[in-house]
T-cell receptor
Framework: AQSVTQLDSHVSVSEGTPVLLRCNYS??????LFWYVQHPNKGLQLLLK??????LVKGINGFEAEFKKSETSFHLTKPSAHMSDAAEYFC????????????FGTGTQLKVEL | EPEVTQTPSHQVTQMGQEVILRCVPI?????FYWYRQILGQKVEFLVS????????KSEIFDDQFSVERPDGSNFTLKIRSTKLEDSAMYFC???????????????FGPGTRLTVL
């Protein structure tokens, strides 16, 4: 079985300050992990993915995530938030041989304030 | 850049009616998926489709649901007799496919918001 837990349903930051969105995963097999972003009334856009290569993964728009097997975590970070980052972020897990169905976390709503 | 498209963007129907949600996956992709997101809840897997057959389905995907690839481009989700609880955003996704390697990214369409009255 596989699952992800997003520890915060809402995160609020000031523009220009760092962003940290937390995700812990559970998978019986070697996981692949993703972060997707959903802007209001838009579809799901891939931010970045981890697939057993480098543990520090760089994505679009300055986002990064680090895979830590010992902590079963895959937290998403960005050094400096922009207003345009306000959206809902989903941590997602799948694993090789699992048919590639994606299992989503419950999402974290990121609010960016002036 | 190629993208997954979905039509309609919003569908309103009466309970008990049949609806067909349409998706055009990225043209060279081989694996297709439907997910749904009930308002305020997380995105849930419904079904995956490869080589003209269902490869996996969730418990949600009961006999009221069916999928089809009627031609070389479209991928449809049919709900035979809609219920109030089918109201949700339905996302189609496609993946290029290299065997079952999970390294392939699933690309999502913008979604169809289904409202059942």
């Amino acid at each position: 079985a596989q699952s992800v837990t997003q520890l915060d349903s809402h995160v609020s930051v000031s523009e220009g300050t760092p962003v940290l969105l937390r995700c812990n995963y559970s998978s019986s097999y070697s996981p692949s992990l993703f972060w997707y972003v959903q802007h209001p009334n838009k579809g799901l856009q891939l931010l970045l993915k981890y697939t057993s290569a480098a543990t520090l993964v760089k994505g679009i728009n300055g986002f990064e995530a680090e895979f830590k097997k010992s902590e079963t975590s895959f937290h998403l970070t960005k050094p400096s938030a922009h207003m345009s980052d306000a959206a809902e972020y989903f941590c997602v897990v799948t694993f090789t041989g699992g048919g590639n169905k994606l299992t989503f976390g419950t999402g974290t709503q990121l609010k960016v304030e002036l | 850049e190629p993208e997954v498209t979905q039509t309609p963007s919003h569908q309103v129907t009466q309970m008990g009616q049949e609806v067909i949600l349409r998706c055009v996956p990225i043209s060279n992709h081989l694996y297709f998926y439907w997910y749904r997101q009930i308002l305020g809840q997380k995105v849930e897997f419904l079904v995956s489709f490869y080589n003209n057959e269902i490869s996996e389905k969730s418990e949600i995907f009961d006999d009221q649901f069916s999928v089809e690839r009627p031609d070389g481009s479209n991928f449809t989700l049919k709900i035979r007799s809609t219920k109030l609880e089918d109201s949700a955003m339905y996302f189609c996704a496609s993946r290029a496919g290299r065997g079952v390697a999970s390294t392939d990214t699933q690309y999502f369409g913008p979604g169809t918001r289904l409202t059942v009255l």
